[in-house]
Nanobody, 126 residues
Framework: QVQLVESGGGLVQAGGSLRLSCAAS????????IGWFRQAQGKEREFVAA????????YYADSVKGRFTISRDNAKNTVYLQMNSLKPEDTAVYYC???????????????????WGKGTLVTVSS
């Protein structure tokens, strides 16, 4: 099992940038595909991005493609989400998730991911 803790959320103006971090515990961090999800108030949790176990490949939701970048540093047991050109629509609680499978096998449905952090709030003002 892996424990996940998100950090880096906060308040930012539209057009600004923010970098989220997902710190994981355990010795088998590189065995997990890591994803970012977000949930706005009153809406369903949605997929944002995912990165392969080694970090050589990534997949993004259309809504964030070209603006967000996911990366990982397995030596530090940390995954990052660099968010640029932020929009008010990006306002949400952002969650880090992990699944012990390849990125190819992983699905965007949140029910597929067994391990979750508690989330960090990102607020983008207009």
């Amino acid at each position: 099992q892996v424990q996940l803790v998100e950090s880096g959320g906060g308040l930012v103006q539209a057009g600004g940038s923010l970098r989220l971090s997902c710190a994981a515990s355990g010795r088998t961090f590189s065995s997990y595909t890591i994803g970012w999800f977000r949930q706005a108030q009153g809406k369903e949790r949605e997929f944002v991005a995912a990165i392969s176990r080694i970090g050589g490949n990534a997949y993004y939701a259309d809504s964030v493609k070209g603006r967000f970048t996911i990366s990982r540093d397995n030596a530090k047991n940390t995954v990052y989400l660099q968010m640029n050109s932020l929009k008010p629509e990006d306002t949400a609680v952002y969650y880090c998730a992990a699944v012990p499978s390849s990125l190819t096998t992983a699905q965007t449905r949140d029910r597929y991911w067994p391990y979750w952090g508690k989330g960090t709030l990102v607020t983008v003002s207009s």
